[in-house]
């Protein structure tokens, strides 16, 4: 049935209402209900007001945000798209709204929130069996899988978690990849992702499974007590649709921190920043995009920061002649050394010592992550062609930051 309405949730409190308009075609409302506190906006760009905020062709970027796309969004729709006629955005909101990344939630009006099924990470992690493990995994999490991204996702519960509290919805995001298209993307994106904790970035835990085909990433969103917190990337923050990831600059992610995070927050979030950008350069990182940013809080009018690092790789595996996500100095082509260090100066807000021994340190996670390649490769020899490209294009990227 098509949905004409959705509940919006905030934390565990109901902020107000999600409606189609009944004067024209794929437009849509949102109303706070009367009662709805400041702390529960549902986005720092959309504080609690007494009149409805309008959209137009899809839902508000902040609702829009974790909508499933690429493979999970082509199931989906081959799923229910048949029996929804016009199946658009707050249809799908309405199947996968139960559980999303971030403090919001969807349900139809009327309706509790579903409890998520548990599954074992463990047992995902050592799965080796002939089965198509992400097919049974669709089956089952799809419609509870609000999240972003291309390749092939779901949202799962773990059924052994390692500390003593109970979260409502999911705990972990479980990754897979077409071979064919993209062959040891799962390991490529665990290694960039230990390069970046290497760096002294703040990282959810990674973690790929015996036979590679599967990394599971733990949610960074996670609270305290099995609370969730507010997450926002930084095309919510920029007014953009999912289709605008590309269409910003790195300087631009620096105005917004400095408008969004907390200004006892700020220095951090800056440097990070730049930590991140070195980082994508010297791995050979093109998708570093607006979405792949984002700032996390408890609720709108508490302390504001910025996310963890996380969607790390090296894109130049598959595409040898990528560029940059984003511009950087008015170029999408990787920088050179002084090209970063001035934009940690002039946008990050870094002296330049402090720039150039940053850039150092990434570059010694970068080659202590070229020789744990290496060290895995000699244990995995149908690793070996992917280990040698890798450890190639990543000697490459660190010597244009010499």
């Known amino acids: 049935m098509k949905r004409a309405a959705l509940e919006v949730h905030a934390g565990r409190e109901r902020a107000g209402r999600l409606t189609r308009s009944a004067v024209h075609d794929l437009e849509f409302l949102f109303g706070y209900s009367s009662e709805a506190p400041a702390r529960s906006a549902v986005s720092l760009t959309m504080p609690v007001v007494p009149d409805q905020y309008?959209?137009?062709?899809?839902?508000?970027p902040v609702f829009e945000m974790s909508l499933p796309e690429g493979a999970l969004r082509e199931r989906l729709t081959r799923d229910f798209g048949k029996a929804i006629p016009r199946f658009d955005d707050l249809d799908l909101l309405g199947i996968v709204g139960a559980s999303q990344i971030g403090r919001l939630r969807y349900a139809p009006p009327g309706d509790a929130l579903p409890e998520v099924p548990a599954q074992s990470v463990r047992a995902l992690l050592a799965y080796e069996g002939a089965d198509d493990l992400m097919e049974s995994l669709l089956e089952r999490y799809a419609r509870l899988s609000g999240v972003s991204g291309m390749q092939p996702k779901v949202l799962v519960r773990d059924a052994d978690p390692v500390e003593r509290i109970t979260h409502r919805d999911t705990t972990h995001i479980v990754k897979s990849f077409d071979p064919r298209a993209y062959p040891e993307l799962?390991?490529?994106?665990?290694?960039?992702?230990?390069a970046a904790g290497l760096c002294g970035l703040p990282v959810p835990?990674?973690?790929?499974?015996?036979?590679?085909?599967?990394?599971?990433?733990?949610?960074?969103?996670?609270g305290p007590g099995g609370d969730y917190l507010g997450f926002e990337d930084f095309c919510v923050l920029n007014g953009l649709?999912?289709?605008?990831?590309?269409?910003?600059?790195?300087?631009?992610?620096?105005?917004?921190?400095?408008?969004?995070?907390?200004?006892?927050?700020?220095?951090?979030?800056?440097?990070?920043?730049?930590?991140?950008?070195a980082l994508s350069c010297a791995l050979g990182n093109g998708d570093a995009h607006l979405k792949n940013f984002g700032v996390l809080y408890a609720d709108p009018e508490s302390e504001v920061w910025f996310a963890p690092a996380f969607d790390i790789v090296c894109t130049r595996a598959y595409q040898p002649r990528d560029s940059l996500a984003l511009t950087l100095a008015g170029s999408k082509a990787f920088p050179d050394r002084t090209t970063l260090i001035r934009f940690a100066r002039l946008a990050c807000r870094l002296q330049e010592r402090r720039a150039r021994s940053t850039i150092d340190r990434v570059l010694d996670a970068v080659h202590s992550v070229r020789r744990e390649i290496l060290r895995f490769a000699r244990g995995h020899p149908d690793f070996r062609p992917a280990a040698k490209v890798l450890s190639r294009l990543l000697a490459e990227q660190g010597d244009a930051l010499r």
């Open 205 to 222: 835990r990674v973690r790929l499974s015996t036979d590679r085909r599967v990394l599971v990433v733990e949610r960074f969103d996670l």
């Open 186 to 194: 799962a390991a490529n994106e665990f290694f960039c992702m230990r």
């Open 241 to 277: 649709r999912s289709s605008g990831r590309y269409d910003s600059s790195y300087e631009t992610i620096a105005r917004r921190i400095t408008q969004f995070v907390s200004p006892e927050r700020t220095p951090q979030a800056l440097e990070q920043l730049f930590v991140m950008v």
């Open 54 to 60: 309008d959209s137009s062709n899809t839902v508000h």
